[in-house]
């Protein structure tokens, strides 16, 4: 997933697929210092992709021929890539030794990360003319990172490196239908996911206490898997599906 953010922060004694965001830091004129604890809001827009896959294994002498299976399994491979705003809140604290700053970040935004895929129908090898249609669709709702920052201050601009931890909750479904029994199997795959983040931005003062930055973050959750059994064919069809 890539996330742009851009933030406006306060600063003072009190901060995923660019992000904006505004934060309050000790001011020190003329605007360079960064160093502090910081709070802001944030807008922006996150765009991704969920990579899913749908393999399928038959119980020996079952209904589906190998070439069918091989059907079934070159259909399974799809991409969804949907897009969203994205909101929220961030916080942190920057030390600054002259031109160089090191610091610590959280933020949790609210987006709606959703989409969906199809492949079919497609036509069963061997199976009188009988069709097959593989559906998948994936979510997400929410995003967290904690990460380490570190840059470089030149004037009132800090030019910055950050990578961490990310957190969400991701929701898979998938659906099998063939009109060759016909049947129809489902199955989902829903739970907490970590992942990474890394990325960079630039943040500069708007006046005192008050900056403005601008962000870029890739997110990576990894997979998550499901399986399910068609019962409505003579032998049980396994597939495992991924997100």
């Known amino acids: 997933m890539h996330r742009l953010l851009t933030t406006l922060l306060a600063a003072g004694s009190l901060l995923t697929g660019f992000a904006a965001s505004a934060s309050a830091a000790p001011f020190t004129s003329p605007y360079s210092n960064f160093g502090g604890f910081y709070i802001g809001g944030l807008v922006g827009g996150a765009w991704g992709t969920f990579d899913t896959s749908t393999s399928t294994a038959e119980v020996p002498g079952g209904e589906f021929s190998p070439p069918a299976i091989a059907a079934f399994n070159s259909a399974g491979p799809q991409s969804i890539k949907p897009a969203s705003l994205i909101g929220g809140f961030d916080a942190g604290y920057n030390w600054q030794a002259g031109s160089y700053l090191a610091g610590v970040e959280g933020d949790i935004e609210w987006l709606h990360l959703s989409g969906s895929a199809s492949s079919g129908p497609v036509i ?8 097959f249609t ?12 904690l990460r380490g920052r570190l840059g470089f201050t030149s004037g009132n601009w800090l030019f910055y490196a950050t990578g961490g931890a990310s957190f969400t909750t991701l929701h898979g479904n998938f659906q099998f239908s063939e009109t060759f029994s016909p049947s129809t199997e489902a199955a989902s795959a829903s739970g907490a996911k970590t992942g ?3 990325g960079g931005g630039v943040e500069t003062y708007l006046w005192q206490h008050w900056s403005v930055k601008a962000e870029y973050l890739f997110v990576d959750f990894g997979s998550a898997s499901a399986f399910g059994v068609d019962t409505g064919v003579p032998l049980p069809l396994t597939r495992s599906r991924t997100a």
């Open 134 to 145: 593989i559906t998948s669709s994936a979510d997400i709702d929410w995003l967290a990172t």
């Open 124 to 131: 069963i090898p061997g199976g009188a003319g009988n069709t």
């Open 196 to 198: 990474y983040a890394v």
